[in-house]
């Protein structure tokens, strides 16, 4: 059953009135005769109603309803060409947009953790699109189908043969503007006269229209669709400032219209294709603070199509910045700008997508810039395990060890970040800081026995035993804390403090519950304490 209001029904009755009664009754009384428009459903309604509206413009052809009796005999004829009308039967510009395409499958890549000495795992980095950049942006800017309409109506042909409604619908648009110009649905009658030369491939044509429109109705309820339909072909012809004139009109009506976001996005996208940078990044910006306004959640992932237009938004603020020159362009943004509450995403997609070009420095940078940025943020020690994998995969040794040392001395069990974080809700950091802390301690020990380190040693002992006494002191009733206390002791009694190495094998020995080194330690506790007599001076023996 076809939508049909009952304007059609009255229609009829007026007709066959006219044809049953007297000569007072002449068509010209039609004028005088007050019709209710609502809405009805009616069987069959299509042909039927096509049909009156004919015949009412063939008898009163100077009505005052004639106009709108055009009007509708026109979309009908468009309903009847294509099963519905271009913009819906009573478009109201405010449809929601189609959804930008989706981009190529992306993988991700996990990467190894690797260090001067074991490491833990860090937080796994987000995909990265195997695509280039210049796939990317084709992809991610694609247009809606009106920029890819035929210009010049070369596509009008043999099957334009078969479109003989559609043209006439324009025909009768064309003819209700011309016989009444101050008909007051006459942006919608433009709109749908835009719609129909779209569907016939005439884009050139729609586009001389959606103009017309633009300037004499500029208030028009369907002005965002219409601009935004501007943009899109301004944008594919790389006709960049008249795009964003077009767009930025629609981000001026605000949040109120559906093309609102996505104007947004493609503003960004104008001005980036400009090499406009920070006005590109502002409008990318504007576009998130908005998602963040109406409740968006940035990990949602029901959502696909939403969610990868945000991931490459977070992208293309990653090749910005890059062009502004990197983590210090986003440093002084937000600090001109002002904080975020995503500004970990911008900051973790920059980086990954300098680690994905291999360039480990600008990549470790990124995320050491967020990081003293944001000391007490929840992600700042994931962002620092991320930074000792990159210096890892990079091949930077000392610059490992000096990241697991930062690592340690800012998120030990003391420090301030646990003011602001319950540890126990933390398992995942207490980990990376459990392995840290013994990956510098095996590591300054194990320099320690190295001979040809010798000059180092009194420097690798110290180190060595900080690092084993903050395991001891952060971790004291872990399954492997035995195993460090007596690795502790080892590195006493090889350094000849018999004395402190016979305390802390006792305390392997008899401070934890049984363990495969309790004997062995109770063993070395004796051991030590006869060295440490046989090298005391004779006055202090009987002590």
């Known amino acids: 059953m076809s939508r049909i209001r009952l304007f059609v029904l009255a229609l009829q009755t007026v007709l066959i009135a006219c044809q049953t009664t007297g000569d007072k009754d002449t068509i010209a009384r039609l004028r005088q005769v007050q019709i209710e428009i609502k809405e009805e459903k009616i069987e069959g309604g299509l042909d039927k109603a096509m049909q009156s509206y004919r015949r009412y413009l063939e008898q009163t052809p100077d009505s005052a309803l004639a106009p709108e009796a055009m009007r509708r005999l026109a979309d009908l004829k468009i309903e009847k060409e294509y099963g519905t009308l271009p913009g819906g039967s009573e478009p109201t510009g405010q449809a929601k947009p189609a959804a930008l395409p989706a981009p190529q499958s992306a993988v ?93 491939g005439r884009t050139r044509k729609a586009m001389e229209v959606m103009d017309r429109m633009v300037a004499k109705y500029p208030r028009s309820r369907y002005i965002d669709e219409v ?116 500004e970990d995403s911008v900051y973790r997609n920059l980086a990954e997508f300098y680690f994905d070009k291999r360039r480990y420095a600008d990549a470790s940078a990124t995320y050491n810039a967020f990081v003293s940025r944001n000391p007490f943020h929840k992600l700042a020690p994931n962002f620092h395990m991320r930074v000792i994998e990159i210096h890892a995969a990079g091949g930077f040794p000392s610059l490992v060890l000096d990241a697991k040392k930062s690592f340690a ?73 035995p195993g460090i206390n007596y690795q502790l002791a080892d590195l006493l009694l090889e350094n000849r403090s018999f004395d402190a190495a016979a305390v802390e094998y006792e305390k392997t020995a008899y401070g934890y519950p049984p363990h495969e080194n309790s004997s062995q330690a109770g063993y070395a506790a004796v051991y030590a304490y006869r060295q440490h007599l046989d090298a005391v001076a004779p006055k202090e023996k009987d002590a």
């Open 227 to 342: 601009q935004f339909r501007r943009a899109e072909y301004f944008f594919t012809r790389k006709r960049y400032l008249d795009a964003e004139d077009a767009y930025t009109s629609i981000v001026k009506i605000g949040v109120g219209s559906f093309y609102y976001e996505l104007a947004l996005y493609k503003l960004g996208w104008t001005f980036y294709k400009q090499e406009l940078y920070e006005e590109a990044l502002h409008r990318f910006i504007a576009m998130l603070d908005h998602k963040v306004s109406i409740g968006y959640d940035f990990e949602q992932t029901e959502d696909e199509t939403e969610h990868k237009r945000t991931q490459d938004t977070f992208r293309v603020i990653s090749l910005s910045f890059s062009s502004l020159g990197g983590a210090n362009s986003v440093v002084e943004y937000f600090s001109r700008h002002g904080k975020r509450v995503y």
């Open 108 to 200: 991700r890549r996990q990467h190894s953790s690797v260090s001067a000495a074991p490491s833990g795992p860090a937080a796994a980095p987000d995909p990265v699109y195997q695509e280039s950049e210049a796939d990317f942006e084709a992809r991610a800017t694609r247009s809606r189908p009106v920029a890819a309409a035929v210009e010049d109506g070369s596509a009008e042909g043999a099957d334009d043969l078969d479109r003989a409604s559609t043209r006439e619908a324009i025909a009768l648009y064309k003819k209700l503007l011309d016989d009444h110009p101050l008909y007051e649905r006459n942006d919608q009658v433009l709109y749908q006269m835009s719609r129909a030369y779209e569907e016939l």
């Open 409 to 481: 001395t800012n998120y030990g069990l003391k420090t301030e970040y646990w003011k602001y974080f319950d540890p126990a809700a933390r398992p995942e950091v207490l980990d990376h800081l459990k392995t840290n802390l013994t990956d510098l301690a095996n590591h300054y020990h194990a320099s320690y026995q190295k001979p040809h380190y010798a000059e180092d040693k009194p420097a690798h002992f110290k180190e060595a035993l900080h690092w084993y006494r903050q395991f001891l002191s952060s971790f004291p009733a872990e399954t492997e804390t």
